[in-house]
DNA sequence: CTATGACCAGATGTTTACATTTGGTCACGG
DNA sequence: CCGTGACCAAATGTAAACATCTGGTCATAG
């Protein structure tokens, strides 16, 4: 009963939303700076100029709030990658999208070391987080693959399981790499994406498909993947 | 003085080379069961049917030991997947080595440990190693991939040192998936590596190139790269 | 009513002392 | 000679005692 006014007391003063993303704010910078493990609830109250108690007007925990954060920087990415998506004509092909997936990637540091699983950024986070998110996302993977086919984008003669479990090694490939080659030696972004672009659409896809018909493919299956994980649809949630 | 003399004991001793590779096939055995931290050298020894001072004959200590056993397995790797490009009419295209190559990296646990940077196995000895042999494998790649293009067997008109970071992204991927989806849902080796080999195929490939020059080339970059890390020729060294 | 920051219990890190393991040696037996 | 395995110093692991830090609370000020 208490703890029913607990969440409602959240809940009421959650509605101050300006305040939730100077939180949110705050947490995103000291998380990819020093990572999970070095950030307290002080330092975020400080970054975000309030409060210790204040964070709690907003969320029942440490973890609670690590994870919204999470959820945000997510569904942010992905919101971004959509708008790409959507403003290029070539957009609604596999590559297409593809291509506008890992251009954005690295402008929202806070996903990159999610799916990287990154160690320093995210620390002990790291075992409190689904360890079946690889999985679950290369079955949305194979199904959007099915459908690509369907819709004449794909080549038909691939294996959608098979063909998902390669896009995912590569898009593992693709956030680990630099453990293993330092940064300094990485050709620019842009020229990586270029390369894994045509690579991609000689190897995967069907020439001249319609743009417009992967697009709503696309969108289906983002709108699916977001609500299996349950993620913001705008910013004052 | 005393030194040399001992280097000398070791070196009329390791004219036992049959012990020497019962040495070596204990520790791989239990490396890859237990991880390089939980190996110990009285284990090795037992495991060898031998006394821990004779393994001491053989090698001056526990991380010159394996270092050599790193060594073997790398150049037993190397030789095995040479012998089936030769074996193979096509072994000589880009995709016939890319696929002999991972075909048989999972039949060398060790060399696949060593690639794939596993901390469970390699435990301590991550420190010890070369942290820049991708780099210098992704350089080795860059120079094959020049060449093969300079052969006719490969696109022209890709650069090169992009194209090995992109094939570099890939291999890591190839080898770290497992850790993000588990081994139960992976599809066949055979699966996987027919997918690749048709995405790279018809990305990279120029059709009807001469496997013959492309075998020669392989031959000679695996030949510099085992002078640069100084691989054992042959099994009695 | 909201928001603060001093406060506290429990978690986390550090030091010290002690116990165990293990890499490497070498006197000795075969 | 070669090869062994008891032996030892050093490294590693464990436990306890202590110090510090930090997530979360709440009396109080505004």
New interface residues.
């Given amino acids: 009963m208490e703890e029913l006014e607990k969440a409602e007391d959240r809940k009421r003063n959650s509605n101050n939303p300006e305040r939730n993303q100077r939180i949110l704010d705050a947490a995103a910078k000291l998380l990819v700076r020093f990572g999970y493990d070095k950030t307290t609830i002080s330092d975020i109250a400080q970054e975000a100029g309030i409060s210790k108690g204040a964070i709690y007007l907003h969320y029942a925990s440490r973890e609670e709030l690590f994870q919204a954060l999470i959820m945000r920087e997510i569904a942010r990415y992905g919101r971004k990658f959509m708008e790409e998506i959507e403003a290029d004509p070539e957009g609604g092909t596999l590559i297409g999208m593809y291509r506008h997936t890992l251009n954005q990637l690295p402008r929202y540091p806070v996903a990159q070391a999610v799916l990287a699983?990154d160690k320093r950024v995210l620390g002990d986070m790291l075992r409190k987080l689904d360890p079946n998110i690889?999985?679950s996302s290369?079955n949305f993977r194979a199904e959007f693959i099915r459908r690509m086919q369907a819709a004449g984008l794909v080549r038909n003669d691939?294996?959608p399981?098979?063909?998902a479990?390669?896009l995912?090694?590569?898009?593992?490939?693709?956030v680990?790499?630099d453990?293993?080659?330092?940064k300094e030696?990485?050709?620019s972004l842009e020229?990586?994406v270029n390369?894994?672009s045509?690579?991609?659409?000689?190897?995967?896809e069907v020439p001249g498909g319609n743009s417009e018909a992967g697009k709503q493919i696309y969108r289906d299956i983002i709108e699916a993947f977001s609500q299996r994980y349950d993620l913001p649809t705008d910013e004052t949630e």
Avoid: K, V
């Fill in positions: 699983r690889y999985l290369m691939l294996n399981q098979i063909t479990y390669i995912s090694m590569i898009s593992i490939g693709f680990t790499i453990e293993f080659i330092g030696h990485a050709p020229d990586q390369t894994l045509a690579l991609l659409s000689s190897g995967l």
